[in-house]
């Protein structure tokens, strides 16, 4: 069972950047394909960016552009460089990992990965 956890969170007006960052431990061999979702109080989570183990990134359109997802397999590390913020892009973001391949972004849903993170908070301020 693979086990991540989430950081680099926090507070920045609109136009801002941050660097998400999520360290995998446990089983790591075996996380193929790595994500990025979010969500808000009250609505479904939503996938933002993944990777698979070629570096084949995918990226939603409300993103894409603005945000860009990485690997370091040696450091089981996975991170999310976002740059101009929107106030729309605040919510929780989650890193989550399978052992399989990636799924196209038709099928990039939550249900697609077992292996979660428990959060780190992104607010942008307008």
């Known amino acids: 069972q693979v086990q991540l956890v989430e950081s680099g969170g926090g507070s920045v007006q609109a136009g801002g950047s941050l660097r998400l960052a999520c360290v995998a431990s446990?089983?790591?061999?075996?996380?193929?394909?790595m994500a990025w979702f979010r969500q808000a109080p009250g609505k479904e989570r939503e996938g933002v960016a993944l990777?698979?183990?070629?570096?084949?990134?995918q990226y939603v359109d409300s993103v894409k552009g603005r945000f860009t997802i990485s690997k370091d397999n040696a450091q089981h590390t996975l991170d999310l460089q976002m740059n101009g913020l929107k106030p729309e892009d605040t919510d929780m973001y989650y890193c989550?990992?399978?052992?399989?391949?990636?799924?196209?972004?038709?099928?990039?849903?939550?249900?697609?990965?077992?292996?979660w993170g428990p959060g780190t908070q992104v607010t942008v301020s307008s």
């Open positions: 446990g089983g790591t061999s075996s996380s193929v394909c």
């Open positions: 990777i698979d183990e070629n570096d084949f990134a």
């Open positions: 989550a990992a399978d052992r399989g391949g990636c799924p196209s972004l038709l099928y990039f849903k939550d249900n697609w990965f077992p292996n």
